[in-house]
């Protein structure tokens, strides 16, 4: 999964154009796109979604934080329509993580669900910052970690985050952290959205940086952002010709640690790194 676009809870025609496009996820919202006094309407309208045509696509809810106290509310409304996965805003460390696997579990005991996924969105309080290096370990319904600048700036205070010209130093660190984070853990790291919505070069830049420097995927707020995201982390042949001759090289000389390609010394880490192309790309290896 390359792209996930955000699709607001409480809008059946903007779900029915978002599954007929070409995100590879979609993330069902809840949380900010919904006005509180549309909460309840919003998870009837997402349950008639995940019971409908889901177009090949996963779909993830975004529920609400856990200190806005509606969060089991949105998990009792939707897991009954077997969600692909959840999508946990202002996550502030693997004990709200742990916390809302508990709550899964005993959701999918009463459904006879497979376990869910679980996305947190992991950098949107000052203090879940320094909590981004303990995820390993946690409960393996965690498949993805997302950082996200808006609600951080709102937390440092700051007064703006920098995004079209790049970020500022504070929002680097919390890309940079998340992504170590999911590394760590061994789950997706996934871009932030980009909010820049009259200049599709920014996204661009977003999205292939994001890839260059080890991101798994983007999530995305309109569909116009879906297909350079999609572009950016879909492999190139060159890439994934590089890729066949790692893995053939390694295949002919499978005790070897080092080999030689095109008068490059290529290692073990470049090998995971082509079985990582090979991947992306829907290859078998």
């Given at each position: ?18 599954v007929?496009g ?9 949380e900010?796109?919904?006005a ?26 975004r529920?609400?934080?856990l200190?806005?106290g ?8 939707v ?8 999508c ?24 006879g669900l497979?376990?869910?996924k679980?996305i ?6 000052a ?11 946690c409960?393996?319904r965690?498949w ?25 130093e504070p929002?680097?660190l919390a890309?940079n ?32 940086e ?11 707020i ?26 053939a090289?390694?295949?002919?000389n ?8 095109d ?21 078998e290896?």
């Amino acid at each position: 999964m390359r792209s996930f676009l955000f699709v607001p809870g409480d809008s059946a025609r903007k779900f029915e154009k978002a599954v007929g496009g070409d995100a590879d996820a979609l993330i069902l919202d809840l949380e900010d796109s919904v006005a509180a006094s549309a909460k309840d309407a919003a998870r009837g309208t997402v349950g008639d979604m995940l019971r409908g045509d889901r177009g090949g696509k996963a779909l993830f809810v975004r529920v609400n934080a856990l200190d806005t106290g509606l969060t089991l509310a949105d998990l009792a409304a939707v897991l009954p329509h077997a969600p692909d996965g959840i999508c946990l805003p202002k996550c502030e460390g693997p004990e709200d993580l742990n916390r809302v696997a508990n709550y899964l579990a005993a959701f999918e005991a009463a459904h006879g669900l497979s376990p869910v996924k679980i996305i947190a969105i992991a950098t949107e309080t000052a203090a879940s910052l320094f909590t981004l290096g303990g995820y390993a370990g946690c409960d393996k319904r965690l498949w993805g970690m997302m950082w996200g600048a808006e609600d951080l700036a709102a937390s440092l205070g700051a007064r703006e985050n920098g995004a079209r010209e790049g970020f500022h130093e504070p929002f680097r660190l919390a890309r940079n952290l998340c992504l170590a984070g999911a590394a760590a853990a061994g789950v997706v790291a996934i871009d932030t959205i980009c909010a820049v919505l009259d200049d599709l070069s920014v996204v661009e830049r977003e999205a292939r940086e994001a890839r260059r420097d080890g991101f798994g995927a983007k999530a995305v707020i309109h569909p116009k952002h879906v297909a350079p995201v999609n572009a950016a982390f879909t492999p190139t042949e060159e890439e994934l010709d590089w890729a066949r001759k790692v893995l053939a090289a390694f295949a002919e000389n499978p005790d070897a640690g080092v080999v030689r390609i095109d008068g490059q010394m290529i290692d073990k880490p470049h090998e995971r790194a082509a079985r990582k192309i090979m991947a992306a790309a829907g290859q078998e290896v």
